[in-house]
Structures are given as C-alpha cells and as structure tokens.
C-alpha cells in the first residue's frame, strides 16, 4: 500500500493523458449531477495525491497465464487467480486508512506489480482494458501507473482542470502520515504476542496426526472448554494450510474485539507477501457478499427502518437465499472458492444456524475448520450443530478434543477448577505443567491503588510487559469511569467495551478494556474482572431463557443485578459463566460481587489457598 503527496515543483504534479480514456472524466452541471465524460487525450490532470495497493508477485512469464479478465500465477501445480482480488485489496485500504490514518480516503487504485515480467511479455495476451490497467511491469513508467489511477478512478473536471484526489478537499496528508506513523510504531508484539506467534510458527498439522489425513475429506472440529486454546489451534491450522499447501484461509468470528485482535497478529506475523490468512467478522464477510455480488440494488433502501439486528438477519436471509437457490449462487461459489480454500469458524457452537447454513453451502463440509467450545452457547439462540448438519451434506466430522489448559498458569487453572466445583458445574481443565504460578487478587472496586498493584511492572518500568498484555473485562455501563479512571495513570486505552474502538486495531501502548461478553478468545498477562454480580445475573437469566426458549435479555442489563441470587437461580448457571475467569495467564484481579452468595464462595476460596489468593484492602 502506498500513499503520494505530489510537492508544489514535482513534475508528476501534472499529468497529460497519452490517450482517450472513456467514462474517465466527472463533470458537473448546473443541476449540481455529475456526468461521465471521455478524457481526451493530452489533456491535463492536476494532481493532488494518490493511494494504491499494489500486489507484488516474482513469477515469471512461463508461471503466468491471463483468463479472461483475470491474471493467475502458479503455485506448484495450482493456478490461483490474483487480479480479482484487487478490488477487495483496495477496499481493505480504506478501511486501514480511515481506521488508523484518522482520515476519509475516497479513492484507492489496486494494482498488481510483476517485477520480472516486461509490457511485451504479456500485452499481446491481454485484451481487457480493465487488466492492461491493473498491471505494473518491471518497465512501467509513473506516466504508466499515473494513467492506471485516471483509468481507474476518474478524474473531476472544474473549469480547464481536472482533479485526481485521494480524498476530500479538506485533506490533511501530515496529519494521516503521523497518525499511520504512530499506528506502525505501536505495531511491536507484546510479551503474550510474541509467544503466540511463536506457537502460530510452530508446526501443527503433523502428517502422522490421525485428524490430518482428514483435511479436505471431512470437517474438522476443535472442541474443548474455555482456556483449552481453541482459537490458536484453529490460527496454526490456518497458517500451515498457507505455508506448506498454499491454501488460503478465511478466517470468520462474530466477536468484533476478537477480529481486531487477530487482524493486529496476523499484521506481526506478516504471513505471506502473496497471501495471508483474511480475518473478518460474519456480519463483515455478510455485508461484502451482499455488495460485491449486488444481492440488493440500494442499500440504503434495504435497510431503511430497519433497527441493527433487524439489518444483520436481513443480510442473512437475503444471502441464505441466493446461495441456496438463486441464480447467483453458481457465481458467488466459484468466486469465493478461487479465494478462499477453507473457512476457519472461530466459536461455531454460538453461530446462528443461518449463518451456518451459508458456510456449508458455499464452501463444503470439507473446507470447513472449526473451533467449537464445550457448553459455550451464550450468543445465539440454540447450539449451531454443524456436525449434524454436515452429516445431512454427505460428510464426517474428525473432532480433536481438547483437555488441556493453554495459557492459563497452575494456581489460576487450580483456583478456576475449585470455582466451578463449587459452583457445581461440570467443568475441569488440566494444568499445563509448563505454566507454574499465578496469582489472584480479590477487591471491592477498582481504585487508582488496585490498577497501580496490576500495572506494577509497567509503572515500574521493569519493561518486560507493555500495555497491550493487559485486558479489563466489564458491562458497557462500566465503560466511562473505567476507561477514565486508567487514563489517570496515563495510559492510552484501546475502548472496545464501547463503540469507541470496536473497529480499529488495538496498538502496543494501548491498555484493552471489553465487554465481558466479547472477551472470548482474548488473553491477558495480567486480567481484570468488574462488575461480577451483572455477568452473574446475565448469565443465569440468558441461560433460562434459551432453556424457556425465550428472548434472552439484553447484555448484563438485568433488572435483578441488585437482588441475590438464591440457591435455584445457581442451577441456572452455565458453564460458559467462567469463560473470562479462564483469559488470564499469570495474575487475575476478580471485583468481589455484592451478591452474598457468589462473593462467599469466593471468599472462601481466598480463605483456603492464601498462598496465591490475596484479598486487597
């Protein structure tokens, strides 16, 4: 990706057109409408700045082979289509633009750059306009690239001139360079991250495993309990697939603050120059179906009156039925299978079964990786069988079950096992005894001195840990005063429990606060957990509810958070309830409930293992 700012003296700063383009110039009339026109040639284009994604392939000419309006390059003895994910590529961008360069970006061109292929090598073989203008060449000129961006994106006529713009007029270049500055000097793994892209980097799928001689002939199934390391199992699926077999991976998961998460790894881990695992959420990957295949004509109207989940089940039904029985559904298949050689389904025991009934139809049983967690149904309303369902498609399940603990250190493993027992939930985890230690730490409410005893090697500048290795859980009521007490310490927070930050990547000094209920398949060094008697009384009433077959309740916004719970309403709680008891590794700091009942069973347990469990005053 690259982004130019022409200076007042660059020569590049006007351009002469080297011959008619059509449709390339936007007039205005006095109605205020634009219309196209043809750019004649040598006509002058004022430039102001320009964004690209540019692709970088090294084959060469006996390696590539032009189709129709698409270039493939070969990869041993496959064929992978390149051009036709350009306009995604370009898309991509403005998102990473608007996202961490602070800025509208109206315009990205995408290009494909073939550095030891020259013009003569392939433009007898090319009779598309759109391809011929999609390519850089190892003997393309900036005239060349130049005449690709008018090609693509057009130019707006005023007066004698014609404006080629990355974005509004009102665009600030300085301030979209520091803020991107910024972004990538904050892109540095953190301690937690670095061990797991170490573990991302070691090798997975073992040929001798017995569930890997089911790759492409069966769904595979990662299951296990919280902590088990689900997530990561289904990230070094994933880049083995891409690294040994060149199989792209989409990536899919409902959970927002998740998704940035991983984008932020995959950036770290810098998988690939020619590929790389895609991470999207469902409702993302939706709404893209939607728009680049035009399943509706204005989306605008589609969702006019519609309030937020109404839209998302729309999309759901709208695309269910194309790819089932519309007449798009051939095309939408083909297209995405030349993307994507797998679906990676993170939590799929908590998907709709909508959304599940799109995956297996578009790609297979077979091209399915999931991870799917034990009990962990807090999302949708009833468990998503996807193995019942791929049975009915004609294909097994190979399920790789999970026992052990992944992250979690010894006492936090041992302290989480003595919770659910008392709790009576049929929950056990086994330690990992490569992991010994853990602390937790019991308190009343968070106070400068509480997150002073979690920040202790940041404030002391022991320097081991940065700020990104630590993770605060609490309700979106929560939101304001946490964010604000942390930003007392002088530390920038990453706002995923609001709508704040949801959609931006977190950053190495950025200390991550989420809602509870979005905390799965993050981890934390240090962890903190608020507002304990609202996740307590969300999850027993959501639980009674999908028992009841009832709506559940809104997100912790229950009107009994203040009453306490009795010995019936534990019945009702679900072993999904631990889940973010289960996302530290060495140090749990657990805000003590109002409720009797759950702060006396946690007291308890303080009061029976006071080596690793401290009460703080």
């Known amino acids: ?347 799929g025991q908590d998907w709709f079964q909508s959304e599940r009934d799109i995956i297996l139809t578009l790609f297979g049983p077979k091209n399915v990786i999931l991870a799917a967690g034990t009990d962990q149904c807090l999302r949708a309303p009833r468990l998503a069988n996807w193995k019942q369902d791929a049975k009915t498609r004609g294909s097994d399940t190979q399920v790789v079950p999970g026992k052990r603990s992944l992250r979690q250190t010894t006492n936090i493993n041992k302290f989480n096992n003595a919770l659910a027992s008392e709790l009576e939930l049929d929950w056990s985890v086994v330690a990992n005894p490569d992991l010994i230690g853990g602390e937790i730490y019991l308190f009343e409410k968070p106070t400068q001195k509480i997150l002073e005893c979690m920040f202790d090697e940041l404030l002391c500048e022991k320097r081991r840990y940065h700020p990104i290795d630590y993770l605060i859980m609490a309700s979106p009521s929560s939101s304001v005063s946490i964010v604000k007490l942390v930003g007392e310490l002088r530390f920038s927070v990453w706002d995923a429990i609001s709508e704040d930050d949801r959609d931006s990547i977190p950053l190495q000094d950025q200390i991550r606060c989420v809602s509870t209920a979005s905390c799965r398949g993050l981890e934390g060094w240090s962890t903190m957990i608020l507002d304990l008697d609202r996740w307590l009384w969300f999850a027993i009433n959501r639980n009674r509810a999908i028992m009841e077959e009832k709506e559940a309740p809104t997100f912790f916004e229950s009107e009994y958070v203040t009453q306490e719970p009795s010995l019936e309403d534990l019945r009702f709680l679900p072993k999904w309830f631990l889940i973010p008891f289960t996302r530290a590794k060495s140090k749990m700091f657990i805000q003590l409930p109002e409720s009797s009942q759950m702060r006396r069973i946690l007291l308890r347990l303080a009061e029976s293992n006071p080596d690793f469990v401290v009460v703080l005053d």
Request: glycine share 6%.
């Open 1 to 347: 990706m690259i982004a130019v700012e022409f200076g007042e003296i660059s020569e590049a700063r006007q351009y002469r057109s080297e011959e008619r383009i059509v449709d390339a110039r936007r007039v205005r009339h006095s109605d205020g409408n634009y219309v196209s026109e043809a750019l004649p040639q040598g006509h002058r284009v004022y430039i102001r700045s320009l964004a690209a994604s540019i692709e970088i392939k090294q084959h060469s000419a006996n390696n590539i082979e032009v189709r129709g309006d698409d270039l493939y390059v070969r990869y041993k003895d496959r064929w992978e289509p390149v051009t036709s994910k350009l306009i995604q590529q370009a898309s991509t961008c403005k998102s990473f633009f608007e996202r961490n360069g602070k800025t509208k970006v109206y315009n990205v061109n995408a290009f494909i750059y073939l550095p030891n292929i020259r013009k003569i090598d392939l433009s007898k073989m090319i009779q598309s306009d759109s391809l011929s203008r999609s390519i850089i060449y190892a003997d393309s000129t900036l005239s060349d690239f130049i005449s690709g961006c008018v090609y693509q994106e057009g130019v707006f006529a005023k007066g004698a001139w014609n404006y080629s713009t990355l974005g509004q007029h009102e665009f600030d270049f300085k301030l979209c360079v520091s803020s991107l500055e910024r972004f990538y000097n904050a892109m540095k793994p953190g301690v937690l991250e670095q061990e797991r892209l170490e573990l991302i980097g070691k090798k997975f799928v073992d040929r001798n495993k017995e569930w890997v001689k089911s790759l492409g002939s069966k769904m595979i199934a990662f299951t296990g309990l919280a902590g088990t390391g689900k997530t990561l199992k289904l990230l070094r699926a994933s880049n083995d697939l891409l690294e040994d077999y060149m199989d792209p991976v989409l990536f899919l998961t409902f959970n927002r603050a998740l998704a940035r998460d991983l984008e932020r790894l995959m950036q770290l881990q810098n998988l690939g120059s020619s590929s790389r695992i895609t991470v999207w959420t469902i409702d993302s990957f939706l709404f893209r179906l939607a728009s680049r295949f035009g399943l509706y004509d204005d989306f605008k109207e589609f969702i006019k009156d519609k309030k937020r989940d109404d839209v998302f089940e729309a999309i759901r039904s709208l695309i269910l039925k194309e790819v089932t029985q519309g007449e798009k559904a051939a095309h939408i298949k083909d297209t995405l299978l030349r993307e994507f050689t797998y679906a990676a389904i993170d939590e």
